[in-house]
């Protein structure tokens, strides 16, 4: 089953706008280095186009920059390192000149259901994984905001827009301004959910994110770019060029935009031609219609297996996922293995609240409602083949 079309929902890998993947093969064909305007004037200019359009769909504060990484591990990692170097300086500590040792000490704060990549990071970062606070969630995996602790000029607060398996959308409005009241840095990871904010039925997930510090977001996921396509997007320029900081006698530093200094990455391919190329095709119209498509079709997918006995969905659908559950773990593995070799479409499993679950992620511009039919027959069928 290729990722490509539109019965994949097997994980968050997005499809491929043709004109996003059009525009990618031109660009490696051109090899433009995109580390500085003199190596590569049009993908420095497109970066900055893009940077601009990115700040219009999310509604960001005028202060935001943006980075184009690989995907969001980077995009984390770019974003809690920038956030370090911040919470750091406020403390009269560089991380860049004085290392970590002897350091001022930085809370973490984040809610249970953290993605793994968050976890990664923080370790990367020597914050220390065990020095994590974990505050609770509730029943779909948002954090609960009378459980954080106290705020401080010193603390990091990791939300997310989209958890991995629900994709419940942590309560942003009132916490980022707490945070920013407080002296905290917000971080939002937002890898496929993040997308909410452009479409009009569903921006009202993301109310109040504009007030955090630093966002991580995929185009190879919900905005259906070609792989890899990352964004690291933060609201202080200091900090993010700061940590990611770069110099050398033959860097040639220049008026325009250089993008090294918004990447760990120095020599990097020009992302932002395709990433360019899919907003400009769709248009602020088509992006909304597309993510808002693939709500549809998640709906409709809850809709349709409910009728079916045997069958449960677990998670309230607020955007493009489905938790689908079946009598016992070791049915519902049964099914998973069913539907992939029946081959009319193709998922994968994960735990939710203590139980084996199937993961219906809509993610593809390709996915038509008649799709969703054939998937949930076939959903039936692998049920059927267990008895």
Partial sequence: MVEIGGRYFGFVCGSAVPAG???????????????????????????SVVEY?????????????????????????????????????NQNWDVNTDGLFGAPAIRVIAGKHAHSTVIKAIGLLGFGQNSIEFVEVDGQGRIVPDLIPELDNRTLLILQAGNVNSCSFDVFSGLCEKARKAGAWVHIDGAFGLWAAAAEKLKHLTLGMEFAHSWAVDGHKTLNTPYDCGIIMCADREALTGALHMSGSYIVVSEARDGMFFTPEMSRRARSVELWATLKYLGRCGVDQMITTMHERAVQFADEISVFDGFTVLNQVVFNQVLVGCE??????????????????????????????IRV???????????????????????????
């Fill in 53 to 89: 359009w990115l700040k219009s769909i999310f509604r960001l504060p005028e202060t935001m920059v943006a980075g184009f990484v690989s995907g969001t591990s980077s995009a984390n990692l770019c974003g809690l390192a920038a956030a370090r170097y911040r919470l750091l300086k």
């Fill in 361 to 387: 992620s809509v993610c593809s511009w390709a996915t038509t409602s008649d799709d969703i039919n054939i998937s949930v027959r076939s959903f039936a069928k692998a049920l059927e083949l267990t008895a």
């Fill in 21 to 47: 993947l059009a525009a990618k093969h031109l660009a490696t064909y051109w090899d433009q280095n995109s580390a500085m305007d003199v190596l590569s004037p049009i993908a420095s200019k497109l970066e």
């Fill in 328 to 357: 016992s773990d070791e049915m519902t593995n049964k099914v998973i293995e069913n539907v992939q070799a029946l081959r009319e479409c193709w998922v994968a499993g994960s735990m939710w609240q203590g139980r084996r679950v």
